[in-house]
């Protein structure tokens, strides 16, 4: 396979053929479920060192576009999964100290859109788990724990009903990081009927397919968290932390 490396243009020889064979994943020359050609062979026909193709090679199965099976050299195209590559910010929003603050003004901005969107690309499967989910939700008023799973789902559902992958993508390591401390607002104030009743008026104005009510009442919803963070003595301007392995 000629990778067509062309002229130096400054970058390393690793990062050049990573490009090439990228590029040919994206424009579909190398499909998903194809094999790769061979270390030696990619190295021989385009003039290069084996151990070049390899740095290449490994920084495509980082991104989630090689795989290999376990033990195995055989090297196959994939497509990347995007719930796995999403929740990789996690780490890399840690260590650069993101805080509470930051993490709710950037849900804030994506949860009324998916809410509005939800409103006009609802579909049956969709309302169906939102009202299982608000049924769920009824029977854990008792329950703090299983009230923030159950809210995180009920987001998560909201982006699903959307339609918007980039926003389902964007939402996934922000939820891991934003709701762990959320628990102890739900245990230490009486929170409980007030997220059901936002739950249900963000619900019955998607299934009316008012994408305006959806919004507001989204927004409603949202800002009774930064209250709830507020009476619960949370720290808004302090970095979050790393989450505690929960529900895929």
């Known amino acids: ?26 424009s579909g020359e190398l499909k998903p479920g194809e094999r790769l050609p061979a270390e030696t062979a990619l190295a021989s026909e385009n003039g290069i060192h084996r ?23 055989k090297l196959f195209v994939t497509r990347p999964d995007t719930q796995e590559l999403s929740r990789r910010l996690v780490t890399p929003l840690v260590m650069n100290g993101v805080t509470f603050e930051e993490i709710w003004e950037t849900i804030r901005a994506l949860d009324p859109v998916a809410a509005e969107a939800a409103a006009h690309r609802r579909t049956t499967e969709a309302l169906q788990a939102l009202e299982d989910n608000l049924s769920r939700t009824k029977k854990e008023m008792d329950n703090p724990d299983a009230l ?21 993508a964007l939402r996934l390591p ?29 619900l019955q104005a998607i299934k009316w397919g008012d994408a ?17 963070y507020e009476l619960a003595s949370l720290d808004m ?8 392995e929960r529900h895929k």
């Open 212 to 228: 305006a009510e959806a919004k507001e009442w989204m927004i409603k919803h949202l800002n009774d968290f930064r209250k709830g």
């Open 51 to 73: 151990s070049t193709v390899r740095e290449a090679i490994r920084s495509l199965e980082q991104q989630g576009l090689l795989f290999r099976e376990e033990g195995k050299r």
């Open 1 to 26: 396979m000629n990778l067509n490396l062309g002229a130096d243009n400054g970058l390393p020889v690793f990062r050049k053929v990573a490009l090439a064979l990228q590029q040919k994943i994206l």
């Open 174 to 202: 922000i939820s891991d990081l934003f709701y762990p401390p959320f628990q102890t607002v739900m245990s230490s104030l009486d929170a409980g009927e007030r997220l059901l009743t936002a739950h249900e008026k963000i």
């Open 237 to 244: 301007s302090k970095p979050a932390g790393l989450p505690v």
């Open 148 to 168: 923030v799973e159950l809210d995180i789902e009920f987001h998560e559902l909201i982006a699903l009903a959307a339609g918007n992958r980039v926003i389902q």
